[in-house]
């Protein structure tokens, strides 16, 4: 009966803390509710993102797929001229990383993600390991293993020209 207790209070903080799963849109005007008012100990994670530009475009697909994955983190969007104004295109897409109404990490523009190639894997080594706001299993950064696949292919290109 103890145990059955003990996993029902586990069940119910789990439950609790998995209360997300989705991006959330915001403005400037939502800001300080949806992200400095969080609560305490909620991990916020804050993409900035501009409309018909390819690498918003990815790393919006990547940032609702961890969204649904990690229920106890909350995902917020924003377009970058409705929550900062005059955010430059060159910074687009940024991710910004709060807790207890702090910022503690940011990432500018795509080359943090691995550019072209930023994957979920790569965002959630980055939230996990570099961040610290999510549980990750991944036990390598992906970004590394994208680039030691592109160097081979460089050199496997070049054997091949040499024929």
Request: overall charge negative; glycine content about 8%; aromatic content about 6%.
């Amino acid at each position: 009966e103890a145990y059955r207790r003990q996993r029902l209070a586990e069940m119910r903080d789990a439950a609790a803390k998995s209360r997300f799963g989705q991006v959330r849109e915001i403005s400037r005007a939502d800001w300080k509710r949806e992200v400095n008012e969080a609560g305490q100990d909620v991990p916020v994670v804050v993409l900035i993102t501009r409309q018909g530009l390819v690498g918003s475009k990815l790393l919006e697909d990547c940032h609702r797929r961890l969204a649904a994955k990690f229920p106890q983190v909350k995902f917020v969007r924003g377009e970058a001229d409705n929550c900062i104004p005059n955010y430059p295109d060159k910074n687009v897409p940024t991710i910004l990383l709060y807790k207890n109404d702090g910022l503690i990490k940011q990432w500018i523009g795509l080359d943090s993600f691995g550019g072209s190639k930023a994957s979920p894997d790569a965002l959630e080594w980055m939230l996990g390991k570099e961040g610290g706001v999510l549980q990750t299993e991944l036990e390598a950064d992906p970004r590394l293993a994208a680039k030691s696949m592109q160097q081979k292919d460089a050199e496997q290109s070049s054997d091949d020209d040499d024929y």
